[in-house]
């Protein structure tokens, strides 16, 4: 059974850093493409980072791209999201997701079917 568990969240102001851990067991670690997502009330869940099973290719969308820098520790099983220069439009609910294939990369939301409880990211102007 896979189980990921998220930590790392809090309230920081405008230009203020974080950064988010995701312990994932259950599963090969450097076996699966994984990424951090986001939810802010009334919005839909997007994708903010993602690392390729390999650990060689990230992605990041241009709301976060020089920003936020996602990494891993394959000893520790943990995904990692380094957020940097914080806005108040990057708060929300963060949540940590694991590909449900395995060696496979894709960016689209419903390719992750293993998904963390989340940690709340609040940043105030």
């Known amino acids: 059974q896979v189980q990921l568990v998220e930590s790392g969240g809090g309230s920081v102001q405008s230009g203020g850093s974080l950064r988010l851990s995701c312990v994932v067991s259950?599963?090969?670690?450097?076996?699966?493409?994984m990424g951090w997502f986001r939810q802010a009330p009334g919005q839909e869940r997007e994708g903010v980072s993602y690392?390729?099973?390999?650990?060689?290719?990230?992605y990041y969308p241009n709301s976060v791209k020089g920003r936020f820098t996602i990494s891993r520790d394959v000893a520790k099983n943990t995904l990692y999201l380094q957020m940097n220069s914080l806005k108040p439009e990057d708060t929300a609910m963060y949540y940590c997701?694991?590909?449900?294939?395995?060696?496979?990369?894709?960016?689209?939301?419903?390719?992750?079917?293993?998904w963390g409880q989340g940690t709340q990211v609040t940043v105030s102007s």
């Open positions: 997701a694991v590909h449900k294939s395995r060696r496979w990369w894709s960016l689209s939301i419903n390719s992750y079917n293993s």
């Open positions: 690392i390729r099973w390999s650990g060689d290719v990230t």
């Open positions: 259950g599963l090969t670690f450097d076996d699966y493409t």
